[in-house]
Nanobody
Framework: QVQLVESGGGLVQAGGSLRLSCAASGRTFTNYIMGWFRQAPGKEREFVAAIRWNIDVTDYADSVKGRFTISRNNAKNTVYLQMRSLKPEDTANYYC???????????????????WGQGTQVTVSP
């Protein structure tokens, strides 16, 4: 059974940085796609970034492009989201997600994720 456990959230001032981690377990993640999503109070959950497990192909939401970086350490079964130049509008609960994929250089995709973590809160103060 796939388990995803996020960590690294917290309170930071605008302009600051945080790095989120997602520890994945429960199976071999060959060809899986790993994503980060976020949900702010009163808003729908939105895509943030995604990466393929086997190939360094990534995708980012326009709102975070150039500020956030998704990466992974396959040996540690961990996916990271490095967040820089944080803004108050980045405040949200951040979720790690996973879905099976195939070996391809196509963008990872923003929908169809079936496995989710519990989330970690990120709060950016003005």
């Amino acid at each position: 059974q796939v388990q995803l456990v996020e960590s690294g959230g917290g309170l930071v001032q605008a302009g600051g940085s945080l790095r989120l981690s997602c520890a994945a377990s429960g199976r071999t993640f060959t060809n899986y796609i790993m994503g980060w999503f976020r949900q702010a109070p009163g808003k729908e959950r939105e895509f943030v970034a995604a990466i393929r497990w086997n190939i360094d192909v990534t995708d980012y939401a326009d709102s975070v492009k150039g500020r956030f970086t998704i990466s992974r350490n396959n040996a540690k079964n961990t996916v990271y989201l490095q967040m820089r130049s944080l803004k108050p509008e980045d405040t949200a609960n951040y979720y790690c997600a996973a879905r099976p994929g195939v070996e391809t250089f196509a963008p990872p995709g923003r929908t169809g994720y079936g496995y989710w973590g519990q989330g970690t809160q990120v709060t950016v103060s003005p």
